[in-house]
């Protein structure tokens, strides 16, 4: 079974940056991409980034050029940077984890309980 926590969220000005933290445990050899999703006040949960184990990355359009999406294996964390922060970032952060289990020839996504970011001045 595999088990994420974030961290690091928390109440930033507008412009202002903020690192969250994903730390993965349990059957953490079937994972091969992380990534992190949002969802804001009345708003659908999005995508917001992904890095595989090849370290190949994806970001949402409304995010290119103001996040980083990291990972460190020997920690099993993967990070998100966020720089240049709006208003409109403000949402609950989610840290995903996509499991392959062979045997059974199927994919399983796992979530975190999310972290708050606030972005208001």
């Known amino acids: 079974q595999v088990q994420l926590v974030e961290s690091g969220g928390g109440l930033v000005q507008p412009g202002g940056s903020l690192r969250l933290s994903c730390a993965a445990s349990?059957?953490?050899?079937?994972?091969?991409?992380m990534g992190w999703f949002r969802q804001a006040p009345g708003k659908q949960r999005e995508f917001v980034a992904a890095?595989?184990?090849?370290?190949?990355?994806k970001y949402a359009e409304s995010v290119k050029g103001r996040f980083t999406i990291s990972g460190d294996n020997a920690k099993n964390t993967v990070y998100l940077q966020l720089n240049s922060l709006k208003p409109e970032d403000t949402a609950v952060y989610y840290c995903n984890a996509q499991e392959y289990i062979m045997t059974e020839g199927k994919g399983i996504n796992h979530w975190g309980k999310g972290a708050l970011v606030t972005v208001s001045s």
């Open positions: 890095i595989t184990g090849g370290s190949s990355t």
């Open positions: 349990g059957a953490i050899f079937s994972i091969y991409a």
